[in-house]
């Protein structure tokens, strides 16, 4: 019996496909033969028809058929299925012989030939007798054959031939070795594949025949095994669907058998292979469900199956073959497109087939617990004829044995004894493993992520069984922190107890330890005597003793690991084990923290490190060291502890490394910081606590960072939510929740003890010196030296800004561009104690807006920290804003001689520009002088002096300006000609006179210039009084170099009578000017208006009166008629 | 009636397991801790769902040779699991949910407890006593 009994065999698991044997080929000489072989052989792709072919001699002996029962009534099966039938019908018995033989239709010696070809049609048909068998002549020619009817000869001859070898025309074949060989070769197969087909139809009638003659007593068996072979049949046929309807059948026919314990095992497995094939099929037909469905009824009507219970190992075994079969039927399925989901996948039928291998294994430990002493039997019970079974699933010893009664117990239980020997030499773990392997990979595959842990878990327990310590502690440590992250310390605990069994079996020191450490946690599950067990063995480990066994294991394998811890007690060296501690739940906790987030450079840097242990028994280090980021400090925080080693357990708690349970431990340092590392971190890196001495081994417990370890951040948290009161604990002892690690401090400067305060007006004015002024005083009790100052616009504001903030130290003069925005470390010098130091600072903003100064003294100081004198560097800043706004806004505009506004002006005629100065300083501003600058293009009409020199203007004032300009003919353009600027030279009132005057210069506005052709002037009163002569006279002047024709009408008014040329036209020379007398005598009193004048150029037809009008008074105000009296004072006037 | 019922917190450590004394009590914690990878995909793919009006009861998470499985999964993604013996077929799927939702109901009242800190280990006796009510008797 091989160790893969349980596995299925062969032609059971192929594809059944329709079996052809060629004759006549001679392979190995004939490379015409040869080419044709490889075309049938070479490249089958799914698109060829399924046959599988087979190169037989003309003579091959095919199996003897047995002669026909006529009668079932006396016949009594033997077993359900033969195990060699299926072979038989793959690969011996085939569907169809095809006779290849070489002659053309014009050969010379025809008759010859013929008769050959037909001995040798015979010779098969003799080989063949009583199977229905086809057979085939293939006529391989050298010459490619004419269209039908055409070859009178090859039709006649081929007739003769059919029958002289007594052939249907349909299985003779004619193949032509020409260039279209493979083409040949796939018409002549699909020919054969019909045949075949034909061939499989009879062989399943001729079955089904048989059912006729069965009764249901005696031919149970025959009832499955003649279903079987249908289906089987109808496989080879590829008639997929009538197969599976018939495996059905036959497998509710197998479930029908009356069984017993002795014919169980065939029942089963008969049940199990047509399963397979239902499965497959169903797989196949891509009705998966189905298939899952049929699986699950096979195993709940097998399941409790369980057959003899001496050999119930055998039970399990055949149900674990169930499940893996099936998980590569569905893997297999998988792979050819079908989608799995997280639920129903492969990974649960190798989980199950593997949870049967372990049972198969207990049971086979149980049930095959034979002493030494107990022999193989003699025969062997398991030995057969032929060193096969006849029938599928029957005993080597009662083959074809159908009773139930035991004809021969002894025989029995030899066969029963063998058969557990055999199982003893089984390694199960393999097949656990190799099963559960398989199962991981596909839970891998659809997401269990836990699943998949549990399962190398479990392979992980079956290394450790199967002694294979170091794949098993390599599995488990790497589940290890999965559940340790997700916190299922049961679990936990449980995988950690089998590691340590390892790293004990295996004399593995480090993972000893480590595990050790754990396990004695607050994470390990374990009962306190396991705890104390563990704890007392760690502590041997740390005297290099050797620890006592765990317990539940391996005798043999615990004397091997005794050996191998002796060795490691005598071995010295690497006795010194670095365990970072964090990624796991060590039974010491650790938390580091500085007292403050900051620490003043002179004042001493504290550090508290709490410890706590959580083993049953107090437990002494020799060592608490603590890492920082600045190496320098690691000197300052060492607590070292000198002790025996035997003193290790004592129970002694004075000790300062001696931890009691449960109790927190404080450890208090203090160390002075450098100056250099103010404005640094100072970082705890690491927290190394040492376990063991010199004497024996030394263990090295790191913590990176304040410590903490894989459970502290959730128990903080929880411990943060709890509302639970903490109970009272004695002064000096704390609570573990309540101490917060802080793995990091800064290191600031000392405090500085002196004033600086700033004086100054705001807001500023633009462009003026504005004056900061800076008083320091000095509040230390010793001198302060080298003080410096920056100051400054404070650097990371606006970039334009800084291009438009000066500053200077010298008010006196005005800054120029070179100046820059922050005075850097001025040197103040130093300074007494109670010293005062005022210091100016001129700040000149080019552009309006907020600005930000900053003000920084820094000094240096000797003091004492710890009686350790330092030098300390201590600033101060002090920053300000400061609003910039204009001290004063500008009003220009231009207006004629009358005051009136002007949008242009005109050539050569005099008009106005007033400047209006509106102070918007808070402060009072005096402007020292102004200046009218004109351009080029404008000259004045007078002189021009300023009339607001040395005036003060307080907020709101203004003060106002007018200058008589003229411009002089230019050619102009669209925007208007340039008038100049206007400077005006200001301070603040209450500066100092050292401070320089800005001068702010306002340019003018341009203004459009336009040339007339001609100018009126009118000269008239102020006003006119009723019915009195009122005298008007218009000056005209021809302003071109042209002489003019001018046309002059007056409109009537109804205001007033006129005396003058009421229409008139006449002509101006260039360059002169012509007057025209008005009389006017107004007849209402009031606003009036004047009779107006309708000037009409002849030569500039554009040039409208209209425009011309601007220039003349509209109105005249009319007094009435007054008494003498008041005519009189008027005259007098 | 279950052989094992289970309280798992939001971030899956368990906050509550009870099976039958008479089985290993390892196996019952493997079960439910593989059947969370099983929740995780369930509460992942509702996620995407309406999440105000979903259903709290997961149905069969699993189904192995010999336990079926069930889940359930609060609002605050606390998740109860159940674990029913396979051959226990009197079992509907409703009952399995009122099973719960009392589950549920003892759960809400522990949370209610001023003195039980969301996130600690239960031990209440009344849950106890309502567990023990929906287990298998031992025998």
């Known amino acids: 019996m091989s160790p893969t009994q349980w596995d299925f065999p062969v032609e059971l698991c192929c594809r059944p496909m329709a079996f052809v044997t060629l004759t006549g080929l001679d392979v190995t000489f004939n490379a015409v033969h040869r080419a044709i072989w490889d075309a049938f052989c070479a490249n089958r792709r799914a698109d060829r028809v399924p046959i599988s ?186 008639d997929t669907q009538n197969a599976l309807k018939n495996y059905r059948t036959a497998y509710n026919l197998v479930h029908e058998l009356r069984s017993h314990e002795t014919n169980m095992l065939e029942i089963k497995t008969m049940a199990g292979f047509i399963n397979y094939k239902i499965c497959r099929l169903c797989f196949q037909h891509n009705t998966p469900l189905d298939a899952i469905a049929q699986f699950r009824k096979h195993i709940d009507l097998c399941k409790k199956k369980i057959g003899s219970a001496e050999l119930s190992f055998e039970h399990a075994a055949w149900m674990s073959k169930q499940f893996q079969a099936f998980g590569d039927l569905f893997d297999e399925a998988i792979k050819l497109g079908l989608t799995a989901i997280q639920t129903q996948n492969p990974g649960f039928y190798y989980q199950q087939a593997a949870y049967y291998a372990q049972e198969r294994k207990q049971l086979a430990g149980h049930l095959c617990n034979h002493e030494a002493s107990v022999a193989y039997p003699s025969p062997d019970p398991l030995e057969t004829v032929n060193g096969v079974l006849d029938f599928y699933g029957q005993r080597a010893w ?158 043999t394998m615990v004397k091997t690991a005794q050996r191998l811890w002796a060795d490691r007690v005598s071995l010295a060296g690497s006795n010194l084990f670095t365990i970072e501690v964090q990624e796991f739940v060590p039974f010491v906790q650790c938390k580091a923290k500085f007292l403050s987030p900051t620490f003043h450079v002179d004042s001493p840097v504290e550090l508290h490190v709490y410890l706590r242990t959580d083993c049953p028994h107090p437990i002494r280090f020799s060592k608490l060291c603590i890492g920082f980021s600045n190496q320098e400090y690691n000197q300052f925080c060492v607590v070292e502890e000198q002790y025996h080693a035997s003193e290790i357990l004592e129970q002694s708690t004075q000790g300062t490394m001696c931890l009691v349970p449960g109790k927190t431990r404080k450890f208090t340092f203090k160390f002075v910081a450098k100056t250099e590392d103010v404005g640094k971190k100072i970082e705890i890196s690491s927290v190394d606590l040492i376990l063991g001495g010199d004497a024996g081994r030394c263990v090295i417990l790191n913590w990176r960072g304040g410590g903490g370890d894989a459970a502290s951040s959730q128990e903080a948290v929880q411990a943060s939510r709890s509302f639970k009161r903490r109970p009272k604990l004695p002064e000096n002892e704390v609570h573990w929740d309540s101490v917060a690690i802080q793995a990091s401090t800064m290191i600031v400067s000392r405090v500085p003890k002196i004033s600086v305060q700033l004086h100054h007006e705001p807001p500023a004015l633009n462009n003026e010196m504005y004056c900061l002024k800076i008083t320091i005083q000095s509040q230390e009790t010793t001198v302060i030296r080298d003080v410096k100052i920056t100051a400054g616009l404070k650097p990371g504001q606006d970039a334009n800004l800084t291009q438009k903030t000066l500053v200077s130290l010298n008010g006196a003069e005005l ?139 307080q907020t709101g004032e203004s003060a106002s300006e007018c200058f008589c300009l003229q411009c002089p003919p230019v050619v102009s353009n669209q925007t208007g000609v340039a008038t100049g600027c206007y400077v005006i030279s200001w301070k603040r009132s209450s500066a100092d006179n050292s401070v320089p005057v800005v001068n702010t210069m306002i340019t003018l506005p341009h203004v459009m210039v336009e040339t007339i052709p001609l100018h009126i002037r009118a000269d008239l009163p102020s006003f006119g009084r009723v019915r009195e002569s009122l005298p008007v006279k218009y000056h005209l002047q021809n302003k071109t170099s042209l002489v003019q024709d001018i046309e002059i009408a007056v409109e009537p008014s109804d205001a007033f009578m006129f005396s003058g040329l009421k229409m008139i036209r006449l002509q101006i020379l260039p360059g002169t000017e012509q007057e025209m007398l008005y009389n006017f005598y107004p007849l209402m009193a009031g606003y009036q208006q004047l009779p107006s004048l309708n000037i009409n150029l002849l030569r500039f037809p554009n040039f409208t009166s209209h425009l011309l009008k601007r220039f003349l008074p509209t109105h005249i105000f009319v007094k009435p008629q007054g008494r003498q009296a008041e005519e009189d004072s008027i005259e007098a006037a | 009636m279950a052989v094992c019922v289970a309280v798992i917190a939001k971030e899956n450590y368990p906050l509550y397991i009870r099976s039958t004394p008479t089985e290993n009590q390892l196996k019952f914690h493997y079960t439910v801790h593989t059947s969370l ?31 079926k499985v069930y889940g359930y999964v609060t609002n605050s993604k606390v998740k109860f699991v159940m674990v029913v013996d396979s051959s226990n077929t009197s079992l509907r799927d409703n009952e399995i949910r009122s099973m719960f939702r009392k589950l549920h109901n003892s759960y809400t009242d522990v949370m209610c407890n001023p003195f039980y800190n969301p996130g600690d280990p239960i031990q209440s006796r009344a849950f106890d006593n309502t567990v023990t009510s929906m287990m298998v008797p031992a025998c």
């Open chain 1, 815 to 953: 800054c120029d561009d070179s100046s820059p925005a922050l005075l850097t470390d001025i040197p103040v010098g130093d300074l007494q104690p109670g010293g005062k130091i005022e210091m100016p600072l001129y700040i000149c903003c080019g552009t309006e807006g907020t600005r930000i100064f900053l003000v920084y003294v820094s000094y240096l100081i000797e003091t004492f920290v710890e009686d350790r004198q330092i030098i300390c560097k201590c600033h101060k800043d002090e920053t300000v804003t400061i609003e910039t706004v204009f001290p004063f806004e500008v009003a220009v505009k231009f207006v004629s001689i009358k005051f009136e506004h002007l949008d242009r002006v005109y050539t050569d005629i005099p008009f106005l520009l007033m400047t209006d100065i509106l102070s918007t300083s808070p402060w009072a501003l005096t402007i020292k002088s102004s200046q009218l600058q004109l351009a080029s293009s404008i000259t004045s009409a007078d002189q021009l002096e300023s009339h607001v020199e040395n005036i003060v203007l």
């Open chain 1, 398 to 555: 009662r083959q074809g044995i159908l009773s139930f009664d035991l004809s021969d117990p002894e025989k029995e239980k030899a066969g029963i004894l063998a058969l557990q020997l055999k199982e003893i030499e089984v390694i199960h773990s393999e097949l656990i493993i190799s099963l559960l392997s398989n199962a991981v990979a596909q839970f891998k595959k659809y997401k269990c992520p836990r699943m998949k842990s549990h399962l190398m878990v479990q392979m992980g327990e079956e290394y450790y069984h199967a002694k294979d310590y170091t794949k098993a502690l390599k599995l488990l440590d790497y589940v290890m922190c999965d559940y340790r992250s997700e916190r299922w310390w049961t679990l936990l605990t449980s995988i950690l107890t089998t590691a340590l069994k390892c790293a004990y079996l295996m004399a593995q020191l480090k993972d000893y330890i480590t595990y050790s450490l754990e396990l004695l946690g607050r994470a390990s599950t374990l009962k306190e005597d396991q705890k104390s067990r563990i704890e007392k063995n760690l502590i041997k480990v740390l005297m290099n003793e050797s620890p006592d066994p765990e317990p539940e294991c391996d005798v």
């Open chain 2, 37 to 67: 990878d099983v929740v995780d995909e369930k509460i992942s793919a509702m996620g995407k769902a309406v999440m105000d009006q979903r259903e709290l009861y997961l149905g069969l998470l699993y189904p192995t040779e010999d336990y």
């Open chain 1, 53 to 238: 072919f087979k190169v037989l001699p003309g003579d091959h002996e095919y199996p003897k058929c047995r002669t026909k029962r006529t009668s079932y009534e006396w016949y009594i099966p033997k077993g359900i299925l033969k195990t060699g039938w299926m072979n038989k019908h793959l690969n011996l018995v085939p569907a169809l012989v095809v006779v290849f033989y070489e002659l053309d239709w014009d050969e010379a010696q025809w008759k010859e030939k013929q008769s050959e070809c037909a001995t040798r049609v015979e010779i098969v048909r003799q080989s063949l007798q009583g199977r229905n068998t086809k057979v085939a002549v293939v006529l391989i020619q050298k010459k490619t054959p004419l269209p039908p009817g055409e070859d009178m000869i090859a039709s006649e001859r081929a007739a003769a031939l059919c029958n002289a070898c007594d052939l249907s025309g349909k299985s003779l074949f004619v193949l032509p070795h020409t260039d279209h060989l493979v083409g040949y070769i796939i018409r002549l197969e699909n020919a054969f594949y019909e045949h075949a087909q034909t061939y499989y139809y009879t062989e399943i009638r001729r079955v089904k025949s048989h059912k006729e003659f069965l009764n249901k007593t005696t031919h149970q068996l025959l009832f499955v095994r003649h279903q079987f072979k249908i289906a089987f049949f109808s496989e080879l046929k590829q």
